[in-house]
């Protein structure tokens, strides 16, 4: 088991953000959370991280019990990609040093390291596709190849789970679509992660990935495998409107909402 919530419940200020979420997520199935922007995504994301503690219910990630197990420890198995990591890097650090860094779950370099270290960090790039990055400095790319660059640094441990928050923001339609080609490289890894790919664009939801979770002001209102959850009935309860699904090819949907 990947991870394990029962009636997990998160309150801030009195407020419950997130609401007797239930899921599981098991060996060999990759995840996509679908949800608008203020559903709680990040949230729990946060609580998945131990960064954010849960108010009520129970949690297991990794196998390691919430409120019992040992959360340090349990960090260095999860990777995490998201565009609010962009900006924490010092612009002059060239690429394989920014992937590097990954080792030591840091921001900066502030441990020795050799030509060894470096060629591990250059191996990882071109593992995923990311070779044309090596000797660049951080300032020289764009955002798409930063992203590329936080990919592999996430994977630099060798996490057992990869969380991508909103990875793609920001990207440009090129960019989305490579970004994706590299994640598609990564599933096919002897060693590839579990995935957990949160979006507020279904056509992002590509052939990699087997199940869903539809969240929804705090709410679980869908989990289940990919095509018994992208259907017009439930995704038209999602956004509170009817919508139409169209086929974008290898297994891609687009949802365009009909208007009156």
Same mark, same amino acid.
């Given at each position: ?6 009636? $997990?419940?998160?309150?801030?200020? *009195? ?12 060996? &060999? ?31 297991? $990630?990794?196998?390691?019990?919430? *409120?019992? *197990? ?22 002059? #650090? ?17 441990? @020795?390291? &050799?030509? =060894? ?7 990882? !790039? ?23 660059? #936080? ?9 057992? !789970? ?6 793609? $923001?920001? #990207? ?7 970004? !994706? =080609? ?21 056509? %992002? ?11 929804? %002001? ?7 495998? =990919? ?15 009817? $919508? ?5 090819? @290898? %297994?891609?949907?687009?949802? =365009?909402?009909?208007?009156?």
């Amino acid at each position: 088991m990947i991870l394990s919530m029962k009636e $997990v419940t998160y309150r801030r200020q *009195g407020k419950n953000i997130l609401e007797n979420i239930s899921w599981e997520f098991e060996k &060999g199935q990759t995840w996509a959370i679908l949800g608008l922007n203020g559903a709680g995504k990040s949230t729990l994301l946060r609580i998945l991280t131990a960064e954010f503690w849960k108010s009520s219910g129970d949690l297991s $990630v990794l196998g390691i019990q919430f *409120g019992k *197990g040992d959360i340090p420890t349990l960090r260095t198995k999860i990777g995490i990609v998201g565009s609010f990591l962009a900006e924490r890097f010092p612009t002059d #650090l060239l690429a394989e040093q920014i992937v590097l860094t990954g080792k030591y779950k840091s921001s900066i370099l502030y441990r @020795e390291y &050799g030509q =060894k270290e470096l060629n591990e960090a250059i191996d990882m !790039l071109t593992s995923i596709d990311g070779a044309h990055l090596v000797g660049r400095t951080y300032a020289s790319l764009s955002q798409g190849e930063r992203q590329l660059l #936080l990919i592999a640094r996430s994977l630099m441990e060798s996490p057992e !789970l990869l969380i991508l928050d909103e990875a793609t $923001v920001g #990207l440009d339609l090129l960019a989305r679509e490579r970004l !994706l =080609k590299h994640l598609h490289h990564i599933c096919q890894l002897e060693t590839a992660p579990a995935i957990i790919f949160v979006t507020h664009h279904a056509e %992002e939801i590509t052939a990699d990935f087997s199940h869903v979770l539809l969240l929804k %002001e705090g709410k679980v209102l869908a989990q289940g495998p =990919k095509e018994d959850i992208l259907t017009t009935d439930l995704l038209g309860d999602f956004y509170g409107n009817q $919508v139409e699904l169209i086929p974008l090819g @290898e %297994e891609r949907l687009f949802i =365009k909402p009909k208007l009156s």
